[in-house]
């Protein structure tokens, strides 16, 4: 057992988006340490191939896997599933020490510095500061450590039905025990945190070295222009523009070409983009598909094509749409109805969207 390792994990294809981004992240600071991504079986093989282009290690984890040891302590907690699949980083034994990294981490400076901590070191989350995020932590691969964390799990659960909240409850007295523990907001500065704290972020932003795009900020949600090369942050988050860019520019300068439309999720889409040029009417298409799943996600383009006027467009283009015509008049009179209820669905939408 020896050396360190960055370990990472990605259950879709979609996350394995942001694992290359993060892996070619770290590869630019110029870490020399070993890269490992835990994946599950959502991961596509083709994923997989690019995935071990830049990773040192691919490794395949599933806790509800019959021939799992795991899984006879968890069968009667498979709500876990997630949490216990974040689990597994503790069993990579070869390794000394590692830094564990959600997929939705970029790397921005070098921090090696890391490995010089000791079990569990984490930084404040911003949503409760006396419990850690466990986006980035500190740990040491441990089999024993591994088996406890299971058992705890299966008898304690987790406040928040995932893995921060178990990991916070295991490493109860992480908030007071030890302070050397506690890593600086600039290892682990959540995106959310720049705008509720602006002067903050103004003051000490040129010192962070990890951000961790939590909740409707993933890099590869957002729209990007393929003629300029300029990605759009979500409404109200223009502070982030200059990170998120960054995110993008690796991934096309990295990440793009080794993309395939056979591949699940927004990578096959992403896929099938051009870049430096005019988009064309395929990748209009994807681009309508992304703004769709986009609002199925609850992140809403309120300042461009979802913008109220554009909605308003569309209703009374609904409604014209739906008045008996030449044409509407030969339908049967139930699919007219039928278009004049989906409109008015649509205003009750845009309605709810206002308040």
């Not at 996350?15 to 020399?32: C, D, E, I, Q």
């Not at 409707?216 to 393929?226: A, G, I, R, S, V």
């Not at 896929?271 to 990748?283: I, P």
């Not at 139930?334 to 709810?352: D, G, I, P």
Request: hydrophobic fraction near 40%; charge should be negative.
């Amino acid at each position: 057992m020896g050396g360190f390792a960055w370990v990472t994990l990605a259950t879709n294809d979609s996350y394995s988006l942001g694992a290359l981004v993060l892996a070619h992240s770290l590869r630019r600071v110029g870490t020399p340490h070993d890269l490992v991504v835990l994946i599950t079986p959502g991961v596509s093989q083709s994923m997989r191939d690019k995935l071990a282009s830049i990773f040192t290690q691919v490794q395949e984890v599933n806790v509800l896997d019959s021939k799992d040891d795991t899984n006879l302590a968890v069968l009667n907690r498979p709500e876990l599933g997630i949490t216990f699949t974040k689990l597994h980083c503790w069993k990579l034994t070869q390794y000394e020490k590692c830094v564990f990294l959600d997929a939705d981490v970029l790397v921005i400076k070098n921090s090696d510095e890391l490995f010089e901590r000791d079990e569990l070191s984490a930084a404040p989350d911003v949503g409760w500061p006396d419990c850690f995020n466990s986006g980035v932590f500190v740990y040491a691969p441990s089999d024993a450590r591994f088996a406890d964390l299971v058992a705890f799990a299966n008898s304690h659960g987790s406040f928040d039905g995932a893995d921060q909240g178990l990991l916070n409850l295991y490493f109860h007295d992480w908030a007071h025990k030890d302070i050397a523990k506690h890593l600086p907001f600039i290892y682990n500065m959540c995106s959310v945190a720049m705008y509720s704290y602006a002067p903050a972020y103004r003051q000490y932003g040129e010192n962070v070295k990890i951000v961790h795009f939590i909740g409707n900020t993933k890099p590869w949600l957002q729209h990007y222009d393929t003629a300029t090369g300029i990605v759009q942050p979500p409404p109200g988050c223009a502070h982030l523009q200059p990170l998120i860019q960054t995110w993008w520019n690796i991934f096309c300068d990295n990440v793009h070409s080794q993309l395939s439309d056979n591949m699940g999720g927004i990578a096959g889409a992403l896929s099938k983009m051009t870049l430096d040029e005019v988009r064309t009417e395929e990748q209009s298409s994807v681009d309508e598909g992304m703004r769709k799943f986009n609002w199925e996600q609850g992140q809403i383009d309120y300042m461009g094509a979802d913008s109220f006027d554009n909605i308003m467009k569309k209703i009374h283009q609904t409604i014209a749409a739906g008045e008996p015509s030449e044409s509407t008049e030969k339908q049967p009179l139930v699919s007219v109805l039928r278009k004049r209820k989906n409109t008015k669905k649509v205003r009750k939408a845009v309605r709810w969207k206002q308040l």
